[in-house]
């Protein structure tokens, strides 16, 4: 699929399933396009992952933790790193704790990309990476904007008994998934799902949102879509929220 306008774009990743499958959309999808990725060293943003454990297990339960911790395992020995993806396609690879850092923003810059495409990550950017693409930077968010602003989005519409969520692509801001959106699917949420099935549709369904978005940025063909309401964040699963998860007769395998 060629693109008339942007031939260069930044990803950014951290080293998990979602953002792997993610990363193989877009890449596979534009093969004439130049990429450059940037993977994200530890969960949270600049912090050490040392740190990140131990907020986790102080803020979160720790049986969220545990099995969010088996299914990074799963991907870390059947999957295929970010790093050996980027070596079998000739894509340069580079981490960081910080998108923000001097360092990080010269070697965008240097890159001169015409677009930077975020794949489920923890970095919180910041104006100055997100002015260096020539169109702007956008990112697919688990959800209905404004409604499941934040974290692990995808388990706690299962822990709220909802019976829809969707995927959002939208251009990224200094606010915590509050920018425009401009793509925008809907996803029923049937009896039988969990927390795993649920995150896999996600990861599809945006992975071919963020194409389309790709493609109707390069053709101007863009179309916001408007947000009602204030909506709504949430944080790291605590223990009321599991308990309430499996009385409800849901797994997370």
Known sequence: MSLKKIKKIVLVAHDNEGSAKLFEKIVGSFKDVEFLLVIGESLYYKKSFFYSVTKLLREASWIFVFFRFLDL???????ETLKKKCEKRGIPCIYTKDINSPEMLDRIRAFSPDLLV??????IYKAPVIKIPRYGAITSHPSILPKYRGLEVFFWVLANNEKETGVSVFFLNEKIDAGKVFEQQS???TEEMTVASLYNTITDVGGELLVKGVK????DNIVYISSEGEGSYYRMPDRSSVWRFFKLGRKFF
């Open 187 to 189: 996803i029923l949420i």
């Open 216 to 219: 109707d940025i390069d053709s």
């Open 73 to 79: 395992v799963k991907f870390k020995i059947l999957g």
């Open 118 to 123: 975020s794949l489920f990550t923890m970095q």
